[in-house]
């Protein structure tokens, strides 16, 4: 999933960590600070299995570990990033996505649970979804178009966040990753190997426009 921003808000149409905020810098600031990683592919253990807890806050590993991602994920062009996307066992992910209705939500969650949804709200969206894990193809996904997921910030401090939309989409997505779930899982035998075969065509293009965003960001 890619996605484009514009300069810095101030209209109050960027929320961070779920709270609305004033002005927001085109570049979030851990992006600035954090490193960029190998992306994992699928195929790697570590995407294919649940991931661990995260037991320790407030840790400078922890906090690192987060501007890592929101570097990687920005020269992936990406949506959103979990950590076993780079290679960290560990029940985190972060996002910087700005949805259908112009509105940018950025921010990161540790331990994220899906609120359960009764079965006469659940409505189900079918859109094109992709992964920087599967680099390349796209397929159609059904999720829900609603969805609040709880968990905790690198502090440990508790977060809720709500999300409709393309944003549901990518909190159920980057949720999906750490139970060890890829988009791929929830398509059919035949168009998943269809989409592995797109894959493995696209791929060395895809890593390399990646490493050329990584270098004019200074990465």
């Known amino acids: 999933m890619s996605v484009g921003f514009g300069d810095t808000s101030q209209d109050r149409r960027v929320r961070v960590q779920g709270v609305p905020v004033a002005s927001y810098p085109r570049l979030a600031p851990e992006v600035e600070r954090g490193a960029v990683r190998r992306i994992t592919v699928v195929g790697e253990d570590v995407l ?3 991931c661990r807890e ?7 590993e922890l906090a690192r570990l987060v501007d890592d991602m929101f570097a990687t994920n920005q ?3 990406g949506a959103g990033l979990a950590a076993n996307q780079v290679g960290v066992d560990l029940q985190l992910f972060m996002w910087d996505i700005t949805d259908e209705w112009g509105v940018r939500h950025v921010g990161h969650i540790a331990n994220p649970v899906l609120d359960e949804v009764p079965a006469e709200q659940r409505r189900l969206v079918e859109e094109s979804e992709g992964c920087l894990s599967v680099p390349g193809p796209y397929r159609m996904v059904p999720r829900l178009d609603r969805t609040v997921v709880r968990g905790r910030d690198k502090d440990g401090s508790p977060l809720v966040i709500e999300g409709r939309g393309y944003f549901a989409r990518c909190l159920q997505h980057e949720t999906d990753h750490l ?4 988009y791929l899982d929830r398509l059919g035998h035949r168009e998943r190997r269809t989409a592995l075969r797109e894959m493995a065509t696209a791929k060395e293009e895809m890593f390399a426009r990646r490493a050329a965003s990584a270098a004019k960001l200074g990465k």
């Open 48 to 50: 294919h299995r649940p």
């Open 54 to 60: 995260v037991t320790e806050f407030g840790t400078p």
């Open 75 to 77: 020269v992936a062009e």
């Open 179 to 182: 139970r060890g779930r890829l």
